[in-house]
């Protein structure tokens, strides 16, 4: 089921309005057989793949609570890390890994013929498994005190329909506290949550689809376009992904709002930023968080020698290319992303030595607009690489333009 679908149209108030009018009590189960139709509606299979992912992550999460040893916390979180992440390898990367290798063996003249796994990608995948995944590395690390004894609540965590499909991705220390409150019924989170969703559905339906045709009829023909025409059709993307990322997460936040649930601000005027990094604190925030508290600062942040620092930043965000779709374009795009980042450190110095010098004024409009505009540009660039359908599709394309 589709956001910008007549059948939500119709599914969310007739939740919003049996969760108010059943008791208390039934209202968690209520939401997770919502939340599980919701899924369905897909297809309905793939409903087990949540199922067996949520009850591995409970029973490692009480594990991990009630384990004595550091040695037996981390058997039990390589159960929950392998699951999740075996999951999304299967559904994701497996054709792209065996693609990839293809290539190299066909290369060098060596048969492989390893067949490819052809199944439709579940819709969701990467945001469910990253949300369930985070609530055991909480639990190991300790953020997060106790494991949730009520499977039918921790079930509803790893699927709550709002923000199932395309996030935001939500903490277990914020969300499921949430689930044990009473919610009452509120005018203003009724109003409140009714204009998110409408102008969530404004920037989806008005704004990204009418971009996008343009868009898909350029990059699905880009070797009969101009380097013009892709200029056009790169800017309209940048636009296009920014309103339908923001725009699922506008409606996702709405949703939950009705009901009295708060998720977290996925987008804070990302386009405003003065600068790369500060872009990168602005956009999809609960997915960049994530890879800064669990992968980021793991391998050691910056707090270790600038060679690893520089090393860690590239090796995150090609990751987080990857995440974005499994292609080496998404590993361009993420591996180009870090570069700027890095540049940004390396000509930190000399940008402060030529304000000192020249005495440069950086609160004026002028340069608080070159600075937006120029962070704009180089968010810009890299769509090159996100909207391409391929590596070589990405680099003719950047050759005509």
Known sequence: MLFNSIQFVIFLPLVVILYFVIPHRFRIYFLLVASYYFYMCWKPEYIFLIMGSTL???????????????????????????????????FKYFNFINDSLRTIFDQLNIFYNVPAFRVLLPVGISFY?????????????????????NLGLFALYVSFFPQLVAGPIERSTRLIPQFHEKKTLSYENLVEGLKLILWGMFKKLVIADRLAIYVNTVFNNQSEHNGTSLIIATLFFTFQVYCDFSAYSDIAIGSARMMGYNLMINFRRPFFSRSFSEFWKRWHISLITWFRDFLYIPLGGNRVPKWRWYLNIILVWAISGLWHGAGWNFVLWGTFSGLFLILAVWLKPIRVKFWEVTKWNQETKLHRAT???FTFFLFYFVQFFFRANSTSDSLQIIHKV
């Open 129 to 149: 498994t990253f949300q369930s995944l985070s609530y055991s590395i909480d639990l190991y690390r300790g953020v997060k005190k106790k494991a949730e004894r």
């Open 56 to 90: 591995i992550d409970y029973f490692a999460g009480i594990q991990i609570e009630k384990s004595k040893t550091k040695r037996r916390k981390m058997r039990f979180l390589v159960l929950s890390i392998l699951t999740n992440l075996g999951i999304l390898f299967s």
């Open 371 to 373: 600075q937006i505009l």
